[in-house]
């Protein structure tokens, strides 16, 4: 065997290794005179600068239209128990007097309305068969659920 295989690498002086095929790092030039400063400041912040995007347009999503339709159903529910709770004060035949009656007899007045004098009302004994009530009733849920689906439809149809 060649003593000259086994031999460590002999290194200079100041103990670096030296590579002579490797090329010295690429620094950019620097400006050549104080005009370009400004040219090449900007030039730097592009290198390092991303671009932002426009932030998209707001499309409508499933959840505003599942809470417009929510808030839809909410009121109309709200109004429905009103005219329920009117419908049962006359049925059971309930003080026009007391405060509570009076007060729910004013609150629901305008919801019924629209639908008095379509049927005559039948009463016995103080207790009236208010079907004007019930009608209105009726009405509002379909009104609420025609809502609901128009609200769908729309807001799916821009989505």
């Known amino acids: 065997m060649a003593p000259e295989q086994n031999r460590e690498p ?51 999503t499933v959840w505003t239209t599942f809470r417009m339709i929510q808030v839809d159903y909410l009121v109309f529910g709200i109004i429905e128990a009103i005219v329920v709770i009117r419908f049962l004060l006359k049925l059971l035949g309930a003080n026009p007097d007391a405060a509570f009656t009076s007060f729910m007899y004013q609150i629901s007045s305008p919801f019924v309305a629209p639908f008095q004098g379509v049927f005559p009302s039948p009463a016995t004994q103080g207790s009236v068969l208010e079907l004007a009530s019930l009608l209105a009733i009726i009405v509002y849920i379909l009104l609420s659920i025609l809502i609901a689906q128009i609200i769908w439809v729309v807001r799916r149809r821009r989505a």
């Open 10 to 60: 002999v290194y200079p002086n100041d103990n670096t290794p030296t590579v002579p095929d490797a090329p010295p790092p690429v620094q950019p030039p620097p400006p050549a005179d104080p005009v370009d400063r400004p040219y090449a400041a900007a030039y730097e912040r592009e290198r390092y600068v991303q671009p932002v995007q426009p932030a998209p347009v707001a499309r409508p």
